[in-house]
């Protein structure tokens, strides 16, 4: 599998993997889904969740090939002698998860690095990465690891930069997906959308927390002003999928054709004209 391959992959991955999570008729409650994520034995999740345990799935995912150059940094970290040592080793690990759109162990390495370095940058980067990795995951058992390393992370962040929206933005998406403090969190998003109305990733998130408790209207607004300053097929694809739980067939069909548009994959194309012609019907 090449990079354009893998990029392409992880994008059907957010997308359909949040189709999926919702139920067949109507949407998963902001509430329930809170509590479900506040049920989960987020200690014990936590703990036993390390960089190698979710190395393996993502090495599967893409090949030998591209897994060759991480092997051999693995067995160089394993035998550095200090932290020292480490460090550079980390990076290259971190950059080589990146360049093959792996979120997750490139989270855990820019979080070591930033553990070691305390940069605002690096800070970001890991918490992105945690975010990245708990919106495409399937695997449950990974994802309260994910929620804790992104909290860290944008913490540490805003006490270097205490304005920085991307922070603030990351933190709150962060709050919403753990449970635990999901008004905290919108109330920051809210905050990065005052100081910054067009900010793509604040109404992006905004619009999805807005369909997951079930306020179309407002998470309609939210995806067309995320089309307005940056169109893409994933925004594309919620916007359909919000006009169809409004009851709006035809923008919801203009939407996915849309979406169709900018994600040139087949197998996706597939999925997308089976529910434009369930519309139809």
Known sequence: ?????????????????????????????ASQTHDTAQAA?????????????VSEPAKAAIGAALSAKINELEGQLANAADDAAKLPIEKQL????????????AAFYYQAVARKENSFDTWLKAGN???????????????????????EAFTNALKLKPQSLEGKTGLGVAYVNGGASPMQGIALLREVIAQE????????????????????????????????KKPGFESYFYLAETYKQLGQKTEAIAAYQKCKELMPDPVFGQRIDQYIKELKN
Do not use: C, E
């Open 94 to 105: 971190a950059t080589r998860w990146d360049d093959v759109n792996q979120p997750a162990p």
């Open 129 to 151: 990465h945690f975010n990245d990795a708990y919106k495409i995951t399937q695997d449950t058992a990974v994802t309260p690891a994910f929620i804790t390393g992104a909290v």
């Open 41 to 53: 034995p987020a200690g014990k999740a936590v703990s036993s969740v390390t960089v190698a345990t």
């Open 1 to 29: 599998m090449n990079k354009k391959q893998i990029v392409v992959s992880i994008a059907i991955v957010a997308v359909m993997g949040y189709l999926y999570s919702l139920p067949v008729k109507g949407l998963i409650k």
């Open 197 to 228: 109305p067009d900010n793509v990733n604040a109404n992006l998130n905004l619009g999805l927390f807005s369909m997951k408790s079930g306020q179309y209207d407002k998470a309609v607004q939210r995806f067309k002003t995320v089309i307005s």
